[in-house]
Nanobody, 126 residues
């Protein structure tokens, strides 16, 4: 059974940076399209970025400047670097895996991912 466990969240001040991680186990991680999503209080979950097994990335519009998705297949871990954090970045961040990825664009679209982590809280306030 595929399991995803996020880490690295916390409370930070505006302008600071965080690196979230997502450890994957129980599956063939290196084949998956992986992605990060977030959900702010009272809002729908939204995609941030996806990365395929070849390292090609796709970012949601407005997410390209301060967010960077990377993956380490040897460690079976996905990362999200967030720079210059803003209060509106607060929310729960989720990683997700598309285990049926067939080589098309790996985009952070909610309905294509079949495994999800439990989420990690990020709070940005002064």
């Amino acid at each position: 059974r595929v399991q995803l466990v996020e880490d690295g969240g916390g409370s930070v001040q505006p302008g600071e940076s965080l690196r979230l991680s997502c450890a994957v186990s129980g599956g063939t991680y290196s084949r998956y399209c992986m992605a990060w999503f977030r959900q702010a209080p009272g809002k729908d979950r939204e995609g941030i970025a996806g990365i395929d097994r070849n390292g090609f990335t796709n970012y949601a519009e407005s997410m390209q400047d301060r967010f960077a998705i990377t993956r380490d297949d040897a460690k079976e871990t996905l990362y999200l670097q967030i720079n210059n954090l803003k209060p509106e970045d607060s929310g729960v961040y989720y990683c997700a895996a598309d285990s049926h990825w067939s080589g098309s664009f790996c985009q952070p679209m909610l309905n294509r991912f079949d495994y999800w982590g439990q989420g990690v809280q990020v709070t940005v306030s002064s």
